[in-house]
């Protein structure tokens, strides 16, 4: 069951934020937002700057977690979170759940990658380096990857995902794609590589990689995997 909150409950929520991330809240809670295109001109006018998400920068996150993740405002059909990426930190393939629209502002040099489904196969459409500022749309059937390729660079990133109805979960029962078993786990979390099996709410059939996409699945598998081992931490029953 949702909970709603009186307007002075919003509006004290909403005011603690900065000023720029109030303005995004403010326009998403008017309701008039329906589009990708909404969202990004609502980030574009509030003028977000990384030192305004750094009340939310997780860059200790745990080794297991492919990249920080925190909740910053959570509307009744929208909620505002910020990642954080360390030096290697990578999603898996995936997409939003029950997000219908949204937007990533990304405040460093991100590769970014689309990919699309079609025939049992998966297959990379783009992969390519984000400038800093820059923003993406986020539609209900995108199926992205982002990570920090750099050896010592760290940065953050907006993430404003939006449901055209009232919802607890925006982004739950997400998909990740688990190109090493051919098979989609569905999360209502982070979008991780080698989840354990509390982490994930069910398993099924998934695409297969054509040839380029799966050699890069499995190698930023790979490379979690061994920052997993190497501090005791791996509990996915996936094995180097």
Known sequence: MIEQQSNAQVESAIASLPVSLQHIARTLSSGKVTKPSGVIKAIKEANVKPEDLSPWADFDHPDADSYGRKLVYKGDNFEIMVMSWRPGDFSAIHDHGYTQWGAVQIFGPAEHATFRIEDGYISTLNRWNVKPGDIVGVGHELVHQMGNTTS????????????????????????????????????????????PPEGVKRIEEGPRGDFPTRLRHMVELIRRLEKMEKLGVNKSGKDL
Request: net charge negative; hydrophobic share 45%; proline share 0%.
């Open 152 to 195: 010592d660079t760290f940065f953050l990133s907006l993430h404003v995902y939006g449901e055209r109805e009232a919802i607890e979960n925006i982004t739950g029962d997400a998909r990740v794609f688990d190109l090493e078993n051919e098979t989609i786990q569905r999360v209502d979390g982070g979008v991780f590589f080698a989840l």
